[in-house]
T-cell receptor, first 115, second 113 residues
Framework: KQEVTQIPAALSVPEGENLVLNCSFTDSAIYNLQWFRQDPGKGLTSLLLIQSSQREQTSGRLNASLDKSSGRSTLYIAASQPGDSATYLCAVRDPDSNSGYALNFGKGTSLLVTP | SQTIHQWPATLVQPVGSPLSLECTVEGTSNPNLYWYRQAAGRGLQLLFYSVGIGQISSEVPQNLSASRPQDRQFILSSKKLLLSDSGFYLC????????????FGAGTRLSVL
């Protein structure tokens, strides 16, 4: 069974710093990997999706990389802002359809960017 | 554009009471639909998924059930809630298009007291 782990569980940084969030998964046979943002008490917002054949995706100040062979992904946030404070979730989709192509989630990294 | 609606946003229910959470999707047809739960200190856990009307698959044994009476409607139910049913419930959908991205509703915070 696919296990997804996110490190660190929580992170506090001053505004302006660049930071890296880590995600690892136990089964490298994934179809894609998705990074989400969750604000307190809210639903999930998709940030970046990386297909298994891709190495990275970029959106604004966000860059996500994927190393499928080692079972790792990183989310890089440049020049962090207080508005980036949220929980960041990593999720992988396995290639088979046994669960209707559902996602396997990590527990998330809670990020606090202080002014 | 596609939209997903989930209600209610918050719910406080006594132990033993029934539950009905509803999720509807607009702007797409024949989506895969999902119910996830996020319990305190745990990651998002898949509860049910549906690939079509009347087709429900359960991922974990539990006190809950799901139904899909219409193509774009997904309902999560319980006849008698347990304390352990407390959590944040999220509905999601996907199609084969849009790079297989899953889209999530705003969630329902359920507290069973």
């Amino acid at each position: 069974k696919q296990e997804v782990t996110q490190i660190p569980a929580a992170l506090s940084v001053p505004e302006g710093e660049n930071l890296v969030l880590n995600c690892s998964f136990t089964d490298s046979a994934i179809y894609n990997l998705q990074w989400f943002r969750q604000d307190p008490g809210k639903g999930l917002t998709s940030l970046l999706l990386i297909q298994s054949s891709q190495r990275e995706q970029t959106s604004g100040r966000l860059n996500a990389s994927l190393d499928k062979s080692s079972g790792r992904s990183t989310l890089y946030i440049a020049a962090s802002q207080p508005g980036d404070s949220a929980t960041y979730l990593c999720a992988v989709r396995d290639p088979d359809s046994n669960s209707g192509y559902a996602l396997n989630f990590g527990k998330g990294t809670s990020l606090l960017v202080t002014p | 554009s596609q939209t997903i609606h989930q209600w209610p946003a918050t719910l406080v229910q006594p132990v033993g009471s029934p539950l009905s959470l509803e999720c509807t999707v607009e702007g797409t047809s024949n989506p895969n639909l999902y119910w996830y739960r996020q319990a305190a200190g745990r990651g998002l856990q898949l509860l049910f998924y549906s690939v079509g009307i009347g087709q429900i698959s359960s991922e974990v044994p539990q006190n809950l059930s799901a139904s899909r009476p219409q193509d774009r409607q997904f309902i999560l139910s319980s006849k008698k809630l347990l304390l352990s049913d407390s959590g944040f419930y999220l509905c999601a959908w996907r199609t084969g298009l849009a790079k297989n991205i899953q889209y999530f509703g705003a969630g329902t915070r359920l507290s069973v007291l």
